[in-house]
């Protein structure tokens, strides 16, 4: 996949000092890299606020074209990385598009980007993180549903995880947007600040246009940063994370993954069908990207952190080791 763009980082060999380095490393992804993303009460997880936006998304941000200038050859409906779907309207916000990174390497054979792809309606910033360096591309996200935001401290346990043992992210980079409705998140309530159902706003072959699902695709900042990640990283499969349907569900060429996820949790596989507009509907269907839908039960904001990390943390891991037979 040769027209991948990443901002990357390279990092040390291992060397003598490795072990010194991966102890130092550790303790500074869990105090100074992911301390942010923990430190909101209202999710447990990183949820900024508006005064920390810092201007707007798309200032000092150059997209930069393919290497060999061609689009990707996965699907043909798949955008192009420098253009927009047709049905954005003029004067509709634009995506901020990869940003340069602030990032250090932190252990060796780790690289940790973190980037800012847009603002939410509020003004409260959108931040992808990319763990690793590798060629197969894992896309995780959660909080999409402002009610739904159990799925952000798994994602940042994950993150944390994968620092103390990077061997397992040998060969992959790892994508996560923990918090995608940060507004929603603030409100608690599923949708947007524009009451727009984010998962409804995509430019899948399914949508309709409504006031809830938004009067075209993409019409929410939110959802075109999503759209952008998309784009930009152009992942070989990815996982959403939602409440509170206590399953496994997948659109696309997603099977294998879901039961691969299933197997080592107490969620069981459920094919749903796939939602007009929703995210799983573009990328699984539209896109043939395999997708899958981690729905979480109906109580588990209630539950600690680790005790979320306990029941389900492997059914991620193992989403990062897999392999779509298709990307080999």
Request: with cysteine; aromatic share 4%; net charge negative.
């Amino acid at each position: 996949m040769s027209d991948r763009q990443f901002v990357r980082h390279q990092v040390a060999e291992d060397s003598a000092a490795s072990a010194a380095l991966l102890a130092a490393g550790v303790a500074l992804a869990t105090t100074a890299a992911f301390t942010i993303m923990m430190s909101s009460p209202s999710i447990r997880g990183w949820a900024p606020d508006a005064s920390s936006s810092g201007g707007d998304a798309g200032s000092n941000v150059q997209l930069k074209p393919d290497a060999d200038g061609k689009a990707s050859s996965r699907s043909a409906t798949r955008p192009s990385r420098t253009s927009h779907p047709s049905d954005i309207s003029p004067g509709q916000s634009k995506p901020a598009g990869p940003v340069v990174d602030n990032s250090k390497p932190i252990v060796p054979g780790v690289s940790l980007i973190e980037t800012l792809v847009g603002h939410s309606v509020e003004g409260r910033p959108l931040l992808c993180r990319r763990i690793g360096d590798g060629e197969y591309v894992v896309l995780m996200m959660a909080s999409i549903h402002g009610n739904e935001a159990a799925g952000t401290p798994l994602l940042n346990r994950l993150a944390e995880h994968l620092v103390e043992n990077y061997k397992l992210l040998a060969g992959v980079t790892l994508v996560l947007l923990p918090v995608v409705n940060p507004d929603g998140v603030e409100s608690r309530q599923r949708y947007n600040a524009r009451g727009v159902d984010l998962n409804r706003n995509f430019p899948a072959e399914n949508r309709q246009n409504s006031s809830r699902y938004g009067l075209n695709a993409l019409s929410e900042p939110e959802s075109l940063a999503i759209y952008q990640v998309i784009n930009d990283t152009l992942p070989n499969h990815i996982v959403t994370l939602h409440e509170p349907l206590q399953c496994v569900d997948y659109d696309g060429p997603a099977k294998e993954l879901a039961t691969s996820m299933s197997n080592f949790c107490p969620l069981p596989v459920k094919k749903l069908g796939s939602r007009h507009g929703s995210l799983g509907s573009y990328a699984g269907v539209t896109l043939g990207i395999p997708t899958v839908t981690f729905e979480l039960p109906g109580n588990a904001a209630a539950q600690s952190d680790e005790l979320l990390w306990r029941f389900y943390g492997e059914a991620l891991i193992q989403a990062v080791l897999h392999r779509h037979p298709a990307s080999l």
